[in-house]
DNA sequence: CTTGAATTGTTATATTATTACATAATGTAA
DNA sequence: TTACATTATGTAATAATATAACAATTCAAG
Protein backbone atom coordinates (compact mmCIF):
# COMPACT_ATOMS: atom_id res chain seq x y z
CA UNK A 1 0.00 0.00 0.00
CA UNK A 2 2.26 2.53 0.72
CA UNK A 3 4.49 1.64 -1.79
CA UNK A 4 1.78 1.63 -4.38
CA UNK A 5 1.19 5.48 -2.44
CA UNK A 6 4.56 6.90 -3.01
CA UNK A 7 4.44 5.44 -6.79
CA UNK A 8 0.96 7.37 -8.09
CA UNK A 9 2.16 10.56 -6.13
CA UNK A 10 2.06 13.10 -9.14
CA UNK A 11 -0.49 11.52 -11.03
CA UNK A 12 -3.23 10.97 -7.80
CA UNK A 13 -2.00 13.77 -5.75
CA UNK A 14 -2.21 10.85 -2.87
CA UNK A 15 0.51 13.01 -1.85
CA UNK A 16 -2.00 15.27 -0.35
CA UNK A 17 -1.55 15.40 3.70
CA UNK A 18 -4.23 14.62 6.15
CA UNK A 19 -5.93 17.80 6.99
CA UNK A 20 -5.67 18.35 3.25
CA UNK A 21 -7.63 15.34 2.37
CA UNK A 22 -9.91 15.87 4.90
CA UNK A 23 -10.92 19.03 3.55
CA UNK A 24 -10.75 18.21 0.32
CA UNK A 25 -13.39 15.62 0.74
CA UNK A 26 -15.73 18.05 2.47
CA UNK A 27 -16.00 19.81 -0.34
CA UNK A 28 -16.01 17.18 -3.17
CA UNK A 29 -19.13 15.87 -1.66
CA UNK A 30 -20.26 19.49 -0.88
CA UNK A 31 -23.23 20.52 -3.35
CA UNK A 32 -22.21 24.20 -2.39
CA UNK A 33 -19.31 26.82 -2.20
CA UNK A 34 -18.64 25.90 1.76
CA UNK A 35 -16.49 28.80 4.13
CA UNK A 36 -13.65 28.34 5.60
CA UNK A 37 -15.91 28.41 9.55
CA UNK A 38 -18.60 26.44 7.72
CA UNK A 39 -15.40 23.89 7.01
CA UNK A 40 -14.23 24.29 10.36
CA UNK A 41 -17.57 23.77 12.08
CA UNK A 42 -18.11 20.80 9.49
CA UNK A 43 -14.75 19.37 10.72
CA UNK A 44 -14.27 19.44 14.80
CA UNK A 45 -15.41 15.89 14.84
CA UNK A 46 -12.54 15.03 12.56
CA UNK A 47 -10.00 16.29 15.04
CA UNK A 48 -9.67 20.07 13.07
CA UNK A 49 -10.47 22.64 15.47
CA UNK A 50 -8.48 26.02 14.43
CA UNK A 51 -9.38 28.27 11.45
CA UNK A 52 -5.53 28.03 10.82
CA UNK A 53 -5.70 24.36 9.81
CA UNK A 54 -8.28 24.99 7.38
CA UNK A 55 -7.03 28.03 5.75
CA UNK A 56 -3.65 26.69 5.57
CA UNK A 57 -5.49 23.15 3.67
CA UNK A 58 -7.15 25.35 1.31
CA UNK A 59 -4.55 27.25 0.67
CA UNK A 60 -2.71 24.40 -0.63
CA UNK A 61 -5.33 23.18 -2.06
CA UNK A 62 -6.47 26.17 -4.49
CA UNK A 63 -2.24 25.81 -4.66
CA UNK A 64 -3.21 22.77 -6.77
CA UNK A 65 -5.86 23.80 -8.57
CA UNK A 66 -8.18 21.18 -6.57
CA UNK A 67 -10.60 23.76 -5.06
CA UNK A 68 -11.42 27.35 -6.11
CA UNK A 69 -12.44 30.19 -3.75
CA UNK A 70 -15.03 32.00 -4.95
CA UNK A 71 -13.92 35.56 -3.96
CA UNK A 72 -17.33 37.54 -3.48
CA UNK A 73 -18.77 35.02 -1.92
CA UNK A 74 -15.58 34.40 0.63
CA UNK A 75 -16.47 30.44 -0.18
CA UNK A 76 -14.43 27.37 -1.72
CA UNK A 77 -15.37 25.11 -4.38
CA UNK A 78 -13.83 21.79 -5.21
CA UNK A 79 -12.72 21.94 -8.74
CA UNK A 80 -14.88 20.38 -11.04
CA UNK A 81 -12.57 19.97 -14.22
CA UNK A 82 -8.96 18.79 -13.93
CA UNK A 83 -7.05 20.67 -11.23
CA UNK A 84 -7.36 24.22 -13.06
CA UNK A 85 -5.09 25.81 -11.05
CA UNK A 86 -4.88 28.59 -13.35
CA UNK A 87 -7.90 29.75 -15.13
CA UNK A 88 -11.22 29.45 -13.97
CA UNK A 89 -14.71 30.33 -14.82
CA UNK A 90 -18.10 30.07 -13.09
CA UNK A 91 -21.33 31.04 -13.15
CA UNK A 92 -23.37 32.69 -9.82
CA UNK A 93 -27.00 32.78 -9.25
CA UNK A 94 -27.92 36.37 -8.61
CA UNK A 95 -30.95 35.01 -6.36
CA UNK A 96 -29.92 31.54 -4.54
CA UNK A 97 -26.11 32.22 -5.14
CA UNK A 98 -25.92 28.68 -6.58
CA UNK A 99 -22.51 27.99 -7.99
CA UNK A 100 -21.38 25.98 -10.72
CA UNK A 101 -18.06 25.59 -12.37
CA UNK A 102 -18.00 25.75 -16.38
CA UNK A 103 -16.00 23.68 -18.39
CA UNK A 104 -12.74 24.57 -19.39
CA UNK A 105 -12.83 23.45 -23.06
CA UNK A 106 -16.37 24.82 -23.45
CA UNK A 107 -15.03 28.23 -23.04
CA UNK A 108 -11.08 28.57 -23.75
CA UNK A 109 -11.30 29.02 -27.47
CA UNK A 110 -13.87 31.54 -27.10
CA UNK A 111 -11.55 33.36 -24.41
CA UNK A 112 -8.64 33.08 -26.11
CA UNK A 113 -9.77 34.84 -29.13
CA UNK A 114 -11.19 37.49 -26.66
CA UNK A 115 -7.85 37.57 -25.44
CA UNK A 116 -6.06 37.73 -28.49
CA UNK A 117 -8.31 40.70 -30.12
CA UNK A 118 -7.85 42.72 -27.54
CA UNK A 119 -4.24 42.37 -27.82
CA UNK A 120 -3.68 41.24 -24.05
CA UNK A 121 -0.92 39.10 -22.59
CA UNK A 122 -2.36 37.54 -20.19
CA UNK A 123 -1.09 34.66 -17.49
CA UNK A 124 -4.27 33.73 -16.23
CA UNK A 125 -7.74 34.43 -15.27
CA UNK A 126 -10.89 34.15 -13.17
CA UNK A 127 -14.26 34.93 -15.03
CA UNK A 128 -17.45 35.11 -13.39
CA UNK A 129 -20.63 35.59 -15.08
CA UNK A 130 -24.15 36.06 -13.07
CA UNK A 131 -26.91 33.93 -14.12
CA UNK A 132 -30.76 33.52 -13.08
CA UNK A 133 -30.36 29.68 -12.35
CA UNK A 134 -33.35 27.36 -13.73
CA UNK A 135 -34.71 26.74 -10.39
CA UNK A 136 -34.57 30.36 -9.32
CA UNK A 137 -36.39 31.42 -12.94
CA UNK A 138 -39.40 29.31 -12.72
CA UNK A 139 -39.72 30.71 -9.13
CA UNK B 1 -23.45 77.52 -9.58
CA UNK B 2 -25.45 76.01 -6.90
CA UNK B 3 -28.89 76.41 -9.23
CA UNK B 4 -26.68 74.86 -12.02
CA UNK B 5 -25.75 72.17 -9.39
CA UNK B 6 -29.34 71.22 -8.62
CA UNK B 7 -30.39 71.50 -12.57
CA UNK B 8 -27.97 68.69 -13.69
CA UNK B 9 -28.52 66.69 -10.90
CA UNK B 10 -29.18 63.28 -12.38
CA UNK B 11 -26.64 63.79 -15.31
CA UNK B 12 -23.74 64.35 -12.75
CA UNK B 13 -25.08 62.60 -9.86
CA UNK B 14 -24.93 65.80 -7.91
CA UNK B 15 -27.30 63.95 -5.90
CA UNK B 16 -25.03 62.10 -3.73
CA UNK B 17 -24.63 62.66 -0.17
CA UNK B 18 -21.93 64.01 1.27
CA UNK B 19 -20.56 61.34 2.51
CA UNK B 20 -20.47 59.52 -0.71
CA UNK B 21 -19.20 62.41 -2.38
CA UNK B 22 -15.86 62.67 -0.13
CA UNK B 23 -15.75 58.67 -0.05
CA UNK B 24 -16.51 58.81 -4.07
CA UNK B 25 -13.69 61.70 -4.48
CA UNK B 26 -11.44 59.73 -2.92
CA UNK B 27 -11.23 56.61 -5.31
CA UNK B 28 -11.27 59.17 -8.39
CA UNK B 29 -8.32 60.85 -7.02
CA UNK B 30 -6.55 57.50 -5.85
CA UNK B 31 -4.14 55.62 -8.27
CA UNK B 32 -4.35 52.24 -6.94
CA UNK B 33 -7.80 50.14 -5.39
CA UNK B 34 -8.32 51.44 -1.63
CA UNK B 35 -9.68 49.37 1.46
CA UNK B 36 -12.56 50.11 3.60
CA UNK B 37 -10.70 51.10 6.60
CA UNK B 38 -7.84 52.75 4.77
CA UNK B 39 -10.52 55.31 3.20
CA UNK B 40 -11.52 55.18 6.26
CA UNK B 41 -8.32 56.69 8.07
CA UNK B 42 -7.86 58.96 5.11
CA UNK B 43 -11.39 60.37 5.92
CA UNK B 44 -10.95 60.54 9.60
CA UNK B 45 -10.17 64.21 8.68
CA UNK B 46 -13.30 64.88 7.17
CA UNK B 47 -15.41 63.54 9.96
CA UNK B 48 -15.96 59.97 8.53
CA UNK B 49 -15.30 57.91 11.99
CA UNK B 50 -16.89 54.47 11.87
CA UNK B 51 -16.53 51.91 9.41
CA UNK B 52 -20.12 51.88 9.02
CA UNK B 53 -20.24 55.44 7.06
CA UNK B 54 -17.47 54.11 4.38
CA UNK B 55 -19.29 50.76 4.09
CA UNK B 56 -22.65 52.66 3.55
CA UNK B 57 -21.10 55.21 1.04
CA UNK B 58 -19.30 52.32 -0.89
CA UNK B 59 -22.83 50.45 -0.65
CA UNK B 60 -24.53 53.13 -2.43
CA UNK B 61 -21.37 54.15 -4.80
CA UNK B 62 -21.36 50.25 -5.98
CA UNK B 63 -24.99 50.20 -6.89
CA UNK B 64 -24.73 53.51 -9.20
CA UNK B 65 -21.63 52.26 -10.73
CA UNK B 66 -19.92 54.31 -9.48
CA UNK B 67 -17.32 52.14 -8.06
CA UNK B 68 -16.31 48.66 -8.36
CA UNK B 69 -15.26 46.55 -5.50
CA UNK B 70 -12.22 43.96 -6.69
CA UNK B 71 -13.59 41.09 -5.05
CA UNK B 72 -10.32 39.48 -4.51
CA UNK B 73 -8.80 42.33 -2.92
CA UNK B 74 -11.42 43.71 -0.84
CA UNK B 75 -10.53 47.15 -2.35
CA UNK B 76 -12.86 49.75 -4.50
CA UNK B 77 -11.93 51.69 -7.38
CA UNK B 78 -13.71 54.44 -8.87
CA UNK B 79 -15.41 53.16 -12.27
CA UNK B 80 -13.39 54.07 -15.27
CA UNK B 81 -16.37 54.26 -17.88
CA UNK B 82 -19.45 55.56 -17.61
CA UNK B 83 -20.88 53.80 -14.55
CA UNK B 84 -20.96 50.52 -15.17
CA UNK B 85 -23.23 48.91 -12.81
CA UNK B 86 -23.56 45.74 -14.43
CA UNK B 87 -20.28 44.53 -16.31
CA UNK B 88 -17.00 44.87 -15.34
CA UNK B 89 -14.01 43.55 -16.57
CA UNK B 90 -10.32 44.31 -15.36
CA UNK B 91 -6.62 43.57 -15.56
CA UNK B 92 -4.67 42.80 -12.09
CA UNK B 93 -1.41 42.93 -11.95
CA UNK B 94 0.07 39.49 -10.46
CA UNK B 95 3.41 41.17 -9.04
CA UNK B 96 2.57 44.49 -7.96
CA UNK B 97 -1.18 44.14 -7.67
CA UNK B 98 -2.21 47.22 -9.99
CA UNK B 99 -5.43 47.27 -11.54
CA UNK B 100 -7.21 48.50 -14.45
CA UNK B 101 -10.36 48.28 -15.69
CA UNK B 102 -11.04 47.68 -19.19
CA UNK B 103 -12.98 49.87 -21.20
CA UNK B 104 -16.77 48.57 -21.60
CA UNK B 105 -16.34 48.52 -25.64
CA UNK B 106 -12.80 47.10 -26.06
CA UNK B 107 -14.16 43.81 -24.74
CA UNK B 108 -18.37 43.83 -24.93
CA UNK B 109 -18.74 42.12 -28.55
CA UNK B 110 -16.48 40.01 -27.46
CA UNK B 111 -17.77 38.63 -24.34
CA UNK B 112 -21.16 39.02 -26.40
CA UNK B 113 -20.13 36.84 -28.53
CA UNK B 114 -18.83 34.15 -26.27
CA UNK B 115 -21.87 34.40 -24.01
CA UNK B 116 -23.66 33.56 -27.13
CA UNK B 117 -21.40 30.53 -28.40
CA UNK B 118 -22.26 29.10 -25.08
CA UNK B 119 -25.72 29.31 -25.09
CA UNK B 120 -25.38 31.19 -21.59
CA UNK B 121 -28.09 33.33 -20.35
CA UNK B 122 -26.53 36.06 -18.64
CA UNK B 123 -27.20 39.15 -16.49
CA UNK B 124 -23.91 40.76 -15.15
CA UNK B 125 -20.84 39.32 -15.69
CA UNK B 126 -17.06 40.05 -14.04
CA UNK B 127 -14.14 39.30 -15.75
CA UNK B 128 -10.86 39.36 -14.09
CA UNK B 129 -7.30 39.04 -16.21
CA UNK B 130 -4.31 38.28 -14.04
CA UNK B 131 -1.01 39.74 -16.06
CA UNK B 132 2.18 41.44 -15.64
CA UNK B 133 2.13 45.18 -15.88
CA UNK B 134 4.67 46.70 -17.90
CA UNK B 135 6.84 48.36 -14.55
CA UNK B 136 6.49 44.69 -13.39
CA UNK B 137 7.94 43.07 -16.74
CA UNK B 138 11.14 45.25 -17.08
CA UNK B 139 12.11 44.65 -13.33
C1' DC C 1 -46.75 70.91 7.34
C1' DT C 2 -46.33 66.01 7.68
C1' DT C 3 -45.47 61.60 6.37
C1' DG C 4 -42.38 58.08 4.62
C1' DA C 5 -38.05 56.89 2.71
C1' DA C 6 -33.32 57.41 2.84
C1' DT C 7 -29.29 58.90 5.30
C1' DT C 8 -26.63 59.58 9.38
C1' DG C 9 -24.18 58.69 13.76
C1' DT C 10 -22.76 55.58 17.18
C1' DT C 11 -21.83 51.38 19.76
C1' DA C 12 -21.29 46.83 19.73
C1' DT C 13 -20.44 42.59 17.53
C1' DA C 14 -19.92 39.13 13.81
C1' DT C 15 -17.12 37.22 10.23
C1' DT C 16 -12.96 36.32 7.79
C1' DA C 17 -8.04 35.77 7.85
C1' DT C 18 -3.19 36.10 9.55
C1' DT C 19 0.93 36.47 12.87
C1' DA C 20 3.87 34.36 15.87
C1' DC C 21 5.97 30.65 17.88
C1' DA C 22 6.88 25.94 19.28
C1' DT C 23 6.93 21.25 17.58
C1' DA C 24 6.82 17.30 14.53
C1' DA C 25 7.05 14.92 10.12
C1' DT C 26 9.21 14.41 5.69
C1' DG C 27 12.50 14.73 1.96
C1' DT C 28 17.17 14.83 0.46
C1' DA C 29 22.03 15.06 0.06
C1' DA C 30 26.55 13.92 2.10
C1' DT D 1 22.92 6.67 8.72
C1' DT D 2 23.32 11.65 10.10
C1' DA D 3 22.45 16.18 9.26
C1' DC D 4 20.05 19.76 7.14
C1' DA D 5 16.29 21.92 4.83
C1' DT D 6 11.54 21.94 3.77
C1' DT D 7 6.98 21.30 4.72
C1' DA D 8 3.25 20.50 7.74
C1' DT D 9 1.05 20.78 12.54
C1' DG D 10 -0.98 22.62 16.77
C1' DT D 11 -2.25 26.37 19.52
C1' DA D 12 -3.16 30.99 21.20
C1' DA D 13 -3.63 35.52 20.19
C1' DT D 14 -4.88 39.15 17.25
C1' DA D 15 -5.66 41.66 12.87
C1' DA D 16 -8.64 42.87 9.08
C1' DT D 17 -13.09 43.04 7.04
C1' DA D 18 -17.98 43.67 7.47
C1' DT D 19 -22.69 43.90 9.56
C1' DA D 20 -26.58 44.37 13.21
C1' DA D 21 -29.30 47.20 15.95
C1' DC D 22 -31.19 51.42 17.27
C1' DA D 23 -31.93 56.30 17.80
C1' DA D 24 -31.81 60.66 15.47
C1' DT D 25 -31.90 63.52 11.35
C1' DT D 26 -32.66 65.06 6.64
C1' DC D 27 -35.38 65.75 2.83
C1' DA D 28 -38.42 65.23 -0.99
C1' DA D 29 -43.54 64.23 -2.26
C1' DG D 30 -48.13 64.79 -1.32
Known amino acids: MASLKSHNKKEQDLSLTKNQKIVLNLLQNSSEPLKAYSILDSLKTEGLKSPLQIYRALDKLEKLGKIHKIESKNS ?29 NYLSDGVNELIKKNKMSITRYNLEFYVLCKNCKTN
Open 76 to 104: FIACSNSNCARNTAFTICESCGNVKELKN
